[in-house]
């Protein structure tokens, strides 16, 4: 019994939409599977692909060049400063883990259609894995509480939230808060989308366990957020009742957290962001600006093209050394800011492709009207903020989902504006 040309091609596109499911599904909650889904992704697709334009001699769509050199710019960076750079073998290693930048950036521009047409399910996996996420921390924390004979009420305390909650399924809490938040605004999206996969009240009861578990990773950053897009959604909706509950709730929290006499909340929130402050025995000194400072101090020694891609780290810890800030020196602190990664590693040249990098995705979102896409582009920039995002793994993968669900926006034909998501579906 033989398969028909047709039935073939079928059973391939959906394995193809199933194994997209799979990456985002596992974003938040194991690098491991997440990148062995993303490569069998990247070889499904690349076969197919080959086999549409080369084995059928199917005429490829017109790619937008200038786009699909601003994709990979992190790439391109990588390459030019491994041609100055004395760093090779962390130069081959860091574009190997950038390498799967080419081919999506590839596969997006040359197959839209594809990225569209799953785009609702891949949303609705990404939604599942940080429910999934949530409920692995908690269940895990739960566990160790028992195990260790201690009452549940440490459940809520600071020994179990933040960075000993995320670790529990061993994810970063910056990016697992990030993952979260995209799920959020997924959320959103599929409320308003009459093709979503569950009941209203499931997505509600999900949007709700996802707020909680945001809140307990206590990640200030991603919280921010939260609350600045929270606020910007309920405005221009004129949902105005659930505006003035998110706020009072907002507020009464920021009240609680600043009268109450002694609570962990503070501490994470209010004072470990002492920026302005000296260091004294009740709080201790943020010192992000510090190595900010640091970073820059790299970038005044070579400003032009930076000292070459892996080749900062020396200078950097030096600088640490001479700061006596034994924490950064020892554990390698990057620059836990994008922008001010690419000034010390590459110059100028790295600080305007930083720059010329979002402009364009920011462009692309706002001409082609698409206000999903323009959440996923903002909630990942400000991430950039507190941490360089595109020297991890999790944060290229993260990039790259972003890409991908914003493939259907990437073309010259703009769209009239509409706040019904189907339209960008």
């Known amino acids: 019994?033989?398969?028909?040309?047709?039935?073939?091609?079928?059973?391939?596109?959906?394995?193809?939409?199933?194994?997209?499911?799979?990456?985002?599904?596992?974003?938040?909650?194991?690098?491991?599977?997440?990148?062995l889904f993303l490569t069998i992704f990247l070889a499904l697709f690349g076969l197919q692909t080959l086999y549409f334009f080369v084995i059928k001699k199917n005429r490829p769509p017109k790619v937008n060049v200038w786009l699909l050199v601003i994709l990979n710019i992190p790439v391109l960076l990588l390459l030019f400063g491994m041609t100055y750079s004395p760093e090779y073998a962390q130069g081959f290693k860091e574009l190997g883990r950038l390498f799967p930048m080419i081919l999506i950036s590839c596969y997006v521009l040359i197959r839209p259609a594809f990225f569209k047409m799953v785009k609702l399910k891949a949303l609705q996996a990404l939604i599942l894995g940080c429910a999934v996420a949530a409920l692995l921390c908690w269940g895990l924390t739960f566990a160790e509480i028992l195990q260790n004979?201690?009452?549940?009420?440490?459940?809520?305390?600071?020994?179990?939230?933040?960075?000993?909650?995320?670790?529990?399924?061993?994810?970063?809490?910056?990016?697992?808060?990030?993952?979260?938040?995209?799920?959020?605004?997924?959320?959103?999206?599929?409320?308003?989308?009459?093709?979503?996969?569950f009941s209203l009240w499931v997505y509600r009861v999900i949007f709700a366990l996802l707020c909680l578990f945001l809140l307990h990773l206590m990640a200030r950053n991603a919280i921010?957020?939260?609350?600045?897009?929270?606020?910007?959604?309920?405005?221009?909706?004129?949902?105005?009742?659930?505006?003035?509950?998110?706020?009072?709730?907002?507020?009464?929290?920021?009240?609680?957290?600043?009268?109450?006499?002694?609570n962990f909340l503070r501490d994470r929130f209010i004072k470990s962001v002492n920026v302005f402050e000296n260091e004294?025995?009740?709080?201790?000194?943020?010192?992000?600006?510090?190595?900010?400072?640091t970073n820059f101090e790299v970038f005044k020694k070579f400003p032009i093209i930076g000292p070459g891609t892996a080749n900062e780290d020396q200078y950097r810890k030096e600088a640490y050394f001479i700061n006596r800030d034994s924490e950064a020196y020892n554990d390698n602190y990057n620059a836990h800011n994008q922008f001010m990664e690419y000034l010390s590693?590459?110059?100028?040249?790295?600080?305007?492709?930083?720059?010329?990098?979002?402009?364009t995705l920011f462009k692309v979102a706002i001409v082609q009207r698409d206000v999903l896409l323009l959440f996923l582009i903002s909630?990942?920039?400000?991430?950039?903020?507190?941490?360089?995002?595109?020297?991890?793994?999790?944060?290229?993968?993260?990039?790259?989902?972003?890409?991908?669900?914003?493939?259907?926006?990437?073309?010259?034909?703009?769209?009239?504006?509409?706040?019904?998501?189907?339209?960008h579906a």
């Open 1 to 35: 019994m033989t398969i028909s040309n047709q039935k073939f091609q079928e059973i391939w596109l959906i394995t193809n939409q199933w194994v997209l499911c799979g990456i985002l599904f596992f974003l938040p909650i194991n690098l491991f599977l997440n990148n």
């Open 149 to 197: 004979n201690e009452p549940l009420s440490r459940f809520l305390s600071k020994y179990y939230a933040s960075h000993h909650l995320a670790e529990q399924i061993d994810v970063h809490t910056p990016y697992l808060a990030l993952f979260v938040n995209l799920a959020l605004g997924a959320v959103v999206y599929c409320l308003h989308n009459k093709k979503r996969l």
């Open 224 to 262: 921010f957020s939260f609350i600045v897009f929270g606020t910007i959604y309920l405005v221009v909706t004129k949902k105005y009742i659930p505006l003035a509950i998110f706020g009072i709730v907002v507020a009464s929290l920021f009240y609680y957290i600043q009268t109450t006499e002694t």
């Open 280 to 293: 004294t025995i009740f709080s201790k000194k943020d010192n992000r600006f510090d190595r900010l400072a």
């Open 345 to 359: 590693t590459y110059g100028i040249v790295g600080g305007i492709s930083f720059l010329v990098l979002f402009i």
């Open 379 to 423: 909630a990942f920039f400000i991430a950039n903020l507190s941490e360089s995002m595109l020297e991890r793994s999790w944060g290229i993968v993260c990039f790259l989902t972003i890409v991908m669900l914003g493939a259907g926006s990437f073309q010259l034909k703009a769209r009239p504006i509409s706040l019904n998501p189907e339209t």
